[in-house]
T-cell receptor, first 113, second 108 residues
Framework: DGGITQSPKYLFRKEGQNVTLSCEQN?????MYWYRQDPGQGLRLIYY???????QKGDIAEGYSVSREKKESFPLTVTSAQKNPTAFYLC????????????FGQGTRLTVV | QQPVQSPQAVILREGEDAVINCSSS?????VHWYRQKHGEAPVFLMI?????EQKGHDKISASFNEKKQQSSLYLTASQLSYSGTYFC?????????FGQGTTLQVKP
């Protein structure tokens, strides 16, 4: 079955450590997105990519980095520069034609202690 | 800039109706609607592409007023399964951004 997979579901890290969140899709989608979700703030866009080897900053990219070396994969690294990294992170993908729905992964809840 | 949703939260009894509004200070090229249950992935409801467009399935429908840069989601005769957080989103040049969400709670 096609879908989008995020792993792990829960992640704990010590302050000051970088951590990488995985996002893999087998939907053959060109576009992929990363969002951060905090209570009352909705889904805020971190990075997005429309094609392999290319990505753009979203609204809250500071303290995060991404890569898009393969169409299927769009990993997100939360660096030590991110001042408040504890949050729920969602990855999504879609085809690039206008007016198409995005498919979301189940999310990764990151807790930094 | 994120679209703005109102209200922030709604509590209903089963069978009651609700309207969730979405507006933007920038042009809305398309409007996406999603629903998220707690701790789960958002699930797609519908997309509206053109001003004046209205869509719906079952008892959930939406409208899009392109001139006013607004969209509304209508939930009629609400069911317990409608509970969750509703998000509107808009896409432009590949960037898909969402509002802050509206939490809907339907009580028996």
């Amino acid at each position: 079955d096609g879908g989008i997979t995020q792993s792990p579901k829960y992640l704990f890290r010590k302050e000051g450590q970088n951590v990488t969140l995985s996002c893999e899709q087998n939907l053959n989608h060109d576009a992929m997105y990363w969002y951060r979700q905090d209570p009352g703030q909705g889904l805020r866009l971190i990075y997005y990519s429309q094609i392999v080897n290319d990505f753009q900053k979203g609204d809250i990219a500071e303290g995060y980095s991404v890569s898009r070396e393969k169409k299927e994969s769009f990993p997100l690294t939360v660096t030590s520069a991110q001042k408040n990294p504890t949050a729920f992170y969602l990855c999504a993908s879609s085809i690039t034609s206008p007016g198409t729905e995005a498919f979301f992964g189940q999310g990764t809840r990151l807790t930094v202690v | 800039q994120q679209p703005v949703q109102s209200p922030q939260a709604v509590i209903l009894r089963e069978g009651e109706d609700a309207v969730i509004n979405c507006s933007s200070s920038k042009a809305l090229y398309s409007v996406h609607w999603y629903r998220q249950k707690h701790g789960e992935a958002p699930v797609f409801l519908m997309i509206l592409l053109k001003g004046g467009e209205q869509k719906g399935h079952d008892k959930i429908s939406a409208s899009f007023n392109e001139k006013k840069q607004q969209s509304s989601l209508y939930l009629t005769a609400s069911q317990l399964s409608y509970s969750g957080t509703y998000f509107c989103g808009t896409a432009n040049t590949g960037k898909l951004i969402f509002g802050q969400g509206t939490t809907l709670q339907v009580k028996p």
